[in-house]
């Protein structure tokens, strides 16, 4: 098997090492020969950067390993460009989800105002990615999990429509793993799902084994009782904090509007806006929960071994979900036609709503990328939410090309958590006033 070459774009990200971990623990599926990191910020990434060398020197010394803020360096000779960059870090998370709170609206990372806000910041951000990509290795493909997906995914479609980038989520893959748990069975890969929606914004319509026996019954009640909680050993790394088991909990709500399908989690924030706003710390929100919790840890940990010289006894741990990351790099470049749950341009597979909205749907990938299965007709409730919410998205993609307030405006009032249009330009007034830096100028 060929050995890839990846830089990870956002080197200094809390996720980091979860994912090189993750790596190196699939060298036999996924052989590399170079990783590299690269950021815009050097300080914050070289905490990162250097643990991480430790790291992969101690399982394989004979990976090339490269930390650097220079794009030309990061970005030649690369098979892979996996991206997770937050433009404005964690500050400017928590300005997004803290001023919706302050006019009583839902306040959150990719969703409703503050989604719409670091998508304004994102997508520059990304395109740039995208251009030295193209620039230092044209037949790379990006895989991106930068947020917010669902506006970068439009963004980039409008703006480099034929940029090799897949835009991918592991929220599904986190309740997949619970759905799994819930029928009895050890994997989610022992499942085959049919779905459709928008990223952070879709549902579950039928889910099987693989001798095609339907574990919806199953499942369903289940989720009828406990959302997606399960048991105690699920509760653990990427989405174990407190407010997480609120948010699965709180799928059996979610569930509840239409028991035919099973949601995704972040549909709470658009269907139950007020009880998430009645159980908000406006003073301290999930971006100061991540602050305290994850960000320190992961470099305190990271620090503690750049320090020993050595990661024996380390605390960080795999980051086992994020093997899809693998598995999709590996479906590429070994044309494994897996079936994988992407973001990508609809063109008919959900028959009824725009063919050029960005949808999160099944695909079959291999060396050309990812083939799009056809999900079909989907219901009236669920049409009228994707189109409302997809035309919010445009709208943010076309203020941010245009540099129109008017048209992110009409975006925060189409959103769906914003209750009026007088709430919505308090919302942009505010947001821009600490966006200035990140956004292009509005007129
Ligand atoms: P983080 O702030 O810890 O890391 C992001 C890194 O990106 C920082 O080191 C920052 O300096 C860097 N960066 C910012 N702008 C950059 C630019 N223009 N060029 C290069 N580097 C830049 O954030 P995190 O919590 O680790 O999350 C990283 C990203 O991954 C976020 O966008 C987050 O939303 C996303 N994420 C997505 C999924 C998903 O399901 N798609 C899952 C988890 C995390
Ligand atoms: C899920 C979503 C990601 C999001 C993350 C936030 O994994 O799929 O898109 O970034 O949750 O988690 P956090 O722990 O940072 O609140
Ligand atoms: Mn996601």
Same mark, same amino acid.
């Not at 009583?104 to 670091?118: D, F, M, R, S």
């Given at each position: 098997?060929?050995?890839?070459?990846?830089?990870?774009?956002?080197? @200094?990200?809390?996720?980091?090492?979860?994912?090189?971990?993750?790596?190196?623990?699939?060298?036999?599926?996924?052989?590399?020969?170079?990783?590299?990191?690269?950021?815009?910020?050097?300080?914050?990434?070289?905490?990162?950067?250097? *643990?991480?060398?430790?790291?992969?020197?101690?399982?394989?010394?004979?990976?090339?390993?490269? *930390?650097?803020?220079?794009?030309?360096?990061?970005?030649?000779?690369?098979?892979?460009?996996?991206?997770?960059?937050?433009? @404005? %870090?964690?500050?400017?998370?928590?300005? /997004?989800?803290?001023?919706?709170?302050?006019?009583?609206?839902?306040?959150?990372?990719?969703? @409703?105002?503050?989604?719409?806000?670091?998508?304004?910041?994102?997508?520059?951000?990304?395109?740039? %990615?995208?251009? !030295?990509?193209?620039?230092?290795?044209?037949?790379?493909?990006?895989?991106?999990?930068?947020?917010?997906?669902?506006?970068? *995914?439009?963004?980039?479609?409008?703006?480099?429509?034929?940029?090799?980038?897949?835009?991918?989520?592991?929220?599904p893959?986190?309740i997949?793993?619970?759905m799994?748990?819930?029928?009895?069975?050890?994997?989610?890969?022992?499942?085959?799902i049919r779905y459709y929606g928008?990223?952070?914004f879709g549902w579950w319509t039928d889910i099987?084994?693989?001798?095609?026996?339907d574990l919806m019954p199953?499942i369903r009640?289940?989720v009828k009782?406990?959302?997606y909680?399960?048991?105690?050993?699920?509760?653990?790394?990427?989405?174990?904090?407190?407010?997480?088991?609120?948010?699965?909990?709180?799928a059996k709500?979610v569930y509840a509007l239409d028991p035919d399908t099973m949601p995704n989690t972040?549909l709470?924030?658009?269907l139950?806006?007020?009880?998430?706003?009645?159980?908000?710390?406006?003073?301290?929100?999930?971006?100061?929960?991540?602050?305290?919790?994850?960000?320190?840890?992961?470099?305190?940990?990271?620090?503690?071994?750049?320090?020993?010289?050595?990661?024996?006894?380390?605390?960080?741990?795999?980051?086992?979900?994020?093997? !899809?990351?693998? /598995?999709?790099?590996?479906?590429?470049?070994?044309?494994?036609?897996?079936?994988?749950?992407?973001?990508?341009?609809? +063109?008919?597979?959900v028959?009824?709503?725009?063919?050029?909205?960005?949808?999160e749907?099944?695909?079959?990938? @291999?060396?050309?990328?990812?083939?799009?299965?056809?999900m079909g007709?989907i219901p009236q409730f669920q049409k009228?939410l994707i189109?409302?919410?997809?035309?919010?998205?445009?709208?943010?993609?076309?203020?941010?090309?245009?540099?129109?307030?008017?048209?992110?405006?009409?975006?925060?009032?189409?959103?769906?958590?914003?209750?009026? *249009?007088?709430?919505?330009?308090?919302?942009? /007034?505010?947001?821009?006033?600490?966006?200035?830096?990140?956004?292009?100028?509005? +007129?």
């Amino acid at each position: 098997m060929e050995k890839s070459s990846i830089v990870i774009a956002g080197g @200094g990200s809390t996720f980091t090492p979860g994912i090189v971990l993750m790596l190196l623990d699939n060298l036999d599926r996924f052989p590399i020969r170079q990783i590299k990191f690269y950021d815009n910020l050097e300080e914050r990434q070289k905490q990162i950067a250097d *643990a991480c060398e430790i790291i992969i020197h101690e399982k394989d010394p004979d990976i090339s390993v490269l *930390a650097t803020t220079d794009p030309e360096e990061a970005f030649t000779d690369v098979d892979f460009v996996m991206a997770h960059i937050r433009v @404005g %870090l964690y500050a400017m998370r928590e300005k /997004d989800e803290k001023i919706p709170l302050k006019y009583g609206v839902v306040g959150q990372e990719t969703c @409703g105002p503050g989604g719409i806000a670091y998508g304004m910041r994102s997508i520059g951000g990304v395109i740039e %990615l995208v251009d !030295y990509m193209e620039r230092y290795s044209p037949d790379a493909w990006m895989l991106n999990y930068s947020n917010p997906a669902a506006i970068v *995914a439009e963004a980039t479609r409008r703006l480099r429509p034929d940029a090799k980038i897949i835009n991918i989520c592991d929220m599904p893959i986190g309740i997949e793993d619970r759905m799994a748990k819930a029928a009895g069975l050890k994997s989610r890969k022992e499942m085959v799902i049919r779905y459709y929606g928008l990223n952070h914004f879709g549902w579950w319509t039928d889910i099987r084994d693989k001798e095609g026996n339907d574990l919806m019954p199953k499942i369903r009640e289940h989720v009828k009782e406990h959302g997606y909680l399960t048991d105690a050993e699920m509760e653990s790394s990427q989405h174990g904090d407190e407010s997480w088991m609120q948010t699965f909990s709180k799928a059996k709500e979610v569930y509840a509007l239409d028991p035919d399908t099973m949601p995704n989690t972040y549909l709470k924030y658009y269907l139950y806006p007020q009880d998430e706003v009645a159980h908000t710390n406006p003073e301290y929100t999930r971006a100061n929960q991540v602050m305290a919790g994850r960000e320190k840890e992961i470099f305190s940990e990271c620090n503690q071994i750049t320090a020993n010289g050595t990661a024996k006894n380390m605390g960080l741990e795999i980051d086992e979900h994020a093997s !899809y990351i693998v /598995d999709l790099a590996r479906a590429i470049k070994l044309n494994t036609h897996e079936r994988m749950l992407l973001i990508v341009e609809n +063109n008919g597979a959900v028959k009824n709503i725009d063919p050029t909205a960005m949808v999160e749907v099944p695909c079959i990938v @291999g060396v050309n990328g990812p083939e799009p299965l056809v999900m079909g007709e989907i219901p009236q409730f669920q049409k009228g939410l994707i189109e409302q919410q997809v035309s919010v998205e445009k709208l943010v993609v076309e203020a941010w090309i245009e540099g129109s307030y008017q048209k992110l405006w009409q975006a925060l009032t189409l959103s769906r958590i914003v209750p009026n *249009a007088k709430v919505a330009k308090q919302l942009l /007034d505010d947001l821009y006033e600490v966006n200035k830096e990140f956004w292009p100028t509005l +007129n």
